[in-house]
């Protein structure tokens, strides 16, 4: 059974679309995007987009699904229920579960249990070494062989330079990508927060830009040096911005980076008291490194939107932040924030943002969605941007209810999501 979306405001940053039109999908992939379509079967499903925005569906380079080990906080199958109603259709989830996905059997629990599952696209990757404890490499070519598309540390960092440079020799053998979480523990120590005056006037420990700094410019050098491909995750600081910018004023071309919309909205100023919903790695930061993260955006040397999300049990989450877990949920409402903040403030068009969100990251996996032209992969979106709605946690499908942004409001709701042809989610208030 085909679908055939009609009259919607088709945006798509890779054929530099952005126009009324009708798309329309069958057998998996994008058959035609053009004017008066019409269903080629009688039993083919019609959608009414007038109004509406039509988009490739969102690509999340960073994810916890926190399966296996740690299910209570999420697993693969309401992961992917929680993407879907985000509409993201392709994910990287991070290896930093318990066990650590250090292997190919490890690698393959998660592919196989993602296609029995999972509603979108769940791509697994690699932990840089065994048990992500620093001393010895992973079988890096044993899971690139297993279909895992990418390396990460990403909890920590790999703190040996050498054996840093070591995987990165390895990644380029195996062609793989190494996804960056960029902290000095030496210099974070015990903090929570971002080191500033919110944190004394807290009286909370800090956590200063160098501690991100430091590994960001270190792991940019190496990979400059080994021809690795690196992308630096959820940056946070106006000195990774600033790094950014002076590599691709030197046409290095083999370092990306991204940033969570958190990271771009709030600031250390929006912590109020001691409130775990506001703890995250790497912190939030000041107003000035916020608008250089902005700036990175606007200006294409920060090149990806991602959510990093990372859900936890009430638990984990209630107390003081000295004592709870890093990290908030976001692949529910990474388009709305970013939307509402970037394109509606008109400090990025709507296909500048489709590029951050679907086109460039597809780029960096080399994986040919993120556009919705002719012969390609038919995950696509349908969201509503002319009315807002109000962001709360109990509607979220995620186990993980820790956000900072409840009661806020946002344009931007999906309405639906299809993934390889097929609608996985529907919104009650789609037509």
Same mark, same amino acid.
């Given at each position: 059974?085909?679908?055939?979306?009609?009259?919607?405001?088709?945006?798509?940053?890779?054929?530099?679309?952005?126009?009324?039109?009708?798309?329309?999908?069958?057998?998996?992939?994008?058959?035609?995007?053009?004017?008066?379509? #019409?269903?080629?079967?009688?039993?083919?499903?019609?959608?009414d987009?007038?109004?509406?925005?039509?988009?490739p569906?969102?690509?999340?380079?960073?994810?916890?699904?926190?399966?296996?080990?740690?299910?209570? @906080?999420?697993?693969?199958?309401?992961?992917?229920?929680?993407?879907?109603?985000?509409?993201?259709?392709?994910?990287?989830?991070?290896?930093?579960?318990?066990?650590?996905?250090?292997?190919?059997?490890?690698?393959?629990?998660?592919?196989?249990?993602?296609?029995?599952?999972?509603?979108?696209?769940?791509?697994?990757?690699?932990?840089?070494?065994?048990?992500?404890?620093?001393?010895? *490499?992973?079988?890096?070519?044993?899971?690139?062989?297993?279909?895992?598309?990418?390396?990460?540390?990403?909890?920590?960092?790999?703190?040996?330079?050498?054996?840093?440079?070591?995987?990165?020799?390895?990644?380029?053998?195996?062609?793989?990508p190494?996804?960056?979480?960029?902290?000095?523990?030496?210099?974070?120590?015990?903090?929570?927060?971002?080191?500033?005056?919110?944190? %004394?006037?807290?009286?909370?420990?800090?956590?200063?830009?160098?501690? #991100?700094?430091?590994?960001?410019?270190?792991?940019?050098?190496?990979?400059?040096?080994?021809?690795?491909?690196?992308? *630096?995750c959820?940056?946070?600081?106006?000195?990774?911005?600033?790094?950014?910018?002076?590599?691709?004023a030197?046409?290095?071309?083999?370092?990306?980076? #991204?940033?969570?919309?958190?990271?771009?909205?709030?600031?250390?100023?929006?912590?109020?008291?001691?409130?775990?919903?506001?703890?995250?790695?790497?912190?939030?930061?000041?107003? %000035?490194?916020v608008?250089?993260?902005? #700036?990175?955006?606007?200006?294409?040397?920060?090149?990806?939107?991602?959510?990093?999300?990372?859900p936890?049990?009430?638990?984990? @989450?209630?107390?003081?932040?000295?004592?709870?877990?890093?990290?908030?949920?976001?692949?529910?409402?990474?388009?709305? *924030?970013?939307?509402?903040?970037?394109?509606?403030?008109?400090?990025?068009?709507?296909?500048?943002?489709?590029?951050?969100?679907?086109?460039?990251?597809?780029?960096?996996l080399? *994986?040919?969605?993120?556009t919705?032209?002719?012969?390609?992969?038919?995950?696509v979106?349908?969201?509503?941007?002319?009315?807002?709605?109000?962001?709360?946690?109990?509607?979220?499908v995620?186990?993980?209810?820790?956000?900072?942004?409840?009661?806020?409001?946002?344009?931007?709701?999906i309405?639906?999501?299809?993934?390889?042809?097929?609608?996985?989610?529907?919104?009650?208030?789609?037509?």
């Amino acid at each position: 059974m085909g679908i055939l979306i009609r009259g919607g405001r088709v945006v798509d940053a890779a054929a530099q679309i952005d126009k009324i039109a009708d798309v329309y999908l069958d057998d998996g992939v994008i058959q035609k995007v053009g004017e008066k379509l #019409e269903a080629k079967d009688k039993d083919d499903k019609i959608i009414d987009a007038k109004g509406l925005v039509v988009m490739p569906g969102l690509v999340d380079l960073h994810v916890h699904f926190r399966d296996p080990g740690q299910t209570e @906080k999420e697993d693969i199958e309401t992961g992917s229920h929680a993407a879907a109603r985000g509409g993201v259709t392709t994910v990287v989830a991070m290896p930093n579960t318990t066990p650590v996905i250090d292997s190919p059997d490890r690698a393959n629990y998660v592919k196989n249990k993602a296609a029995q599952v999972s509603a979108i696209h769940v791509l697994q990757a690699g932990a840089m070494t065994k048990g992500e404890l620093g001393e010895e *490499l992973s079988d890096i070519a044993g899971m690139a062989a297993a279909g895992v598309p990418v390396l990460s540390e990403d909890g920590k960092s790999v703190m040996k330079a050498s054996l840093c440079k070591q995987a990165m020799e390895e990644a380029v053998k195996a062609g793989l990508p190494i996804f960056d979480h960029c902290e000095d523990m030496s210099l974070r120590g015990n903090g929570c927060m971002n080191e500033d005056e919110n944190a %004394k006037r807290l009286g909370l420990p800090g956590i200063c830009n160098s501690t #991100e700094d430091t590994i960001a410019a270190r792991d940019s050098l190496l990979a400059i040096e080994t021809g690795a491909k690196l992308h *630096l995750c959820h940056c946070s600081t106006k000195g990774v911005a600033i790094m950014m910018k002076m590599l691709k004023a030197e046409g290095i071309e083999n370092v990306t980076a #991204e940033v969570c919309p958190h990271h771009f909205i709030l600031t250390s100023d929006d912590i109020e008291r001691d409130d775990p919903n506001y703890k995250m790695n790497p912190p939030l930061r000041t107003r %000035k490194d916020v608008e250089a993260l902005i #700036e990175g955006l606007k200006e294409g040397y920060i090149q990806v939107i991602s959510t990093d999300h990372a859900p936890h049990t009430q638990k984990d @989450k209630t107390g003081s932040m000295r004592t709870a877990a890093f990290g908030i949920v976001g692949i529910e409402t990474s388009f709305a *924030l970013s939307y509402t903040a970037l394109v509606e403030t008109g400090i990025l068009t709507l296909s500048q943002l489709v590029e951050k969100m679907s086109y460039n990251p597809a780029q960096i996996l080399n *994986l040919p969605c993120g556009t919705l032209q002719k012969g390609h992969p038919a995950d696509v979106i349908i969201a509503g941007i002319k009315n807002p709605y109000t962001i709360h946690k109990a509607d979220f499908v995620s186990k993980g209810k820790n956000t900072p942004f409840e009661g806020k409001e946002v344009k931007g709701k999906i309405l639906y999501t299809i993934c390889d042809g097929k609608i996985v989610y529907k919104d009650s208030a789609a037509k």
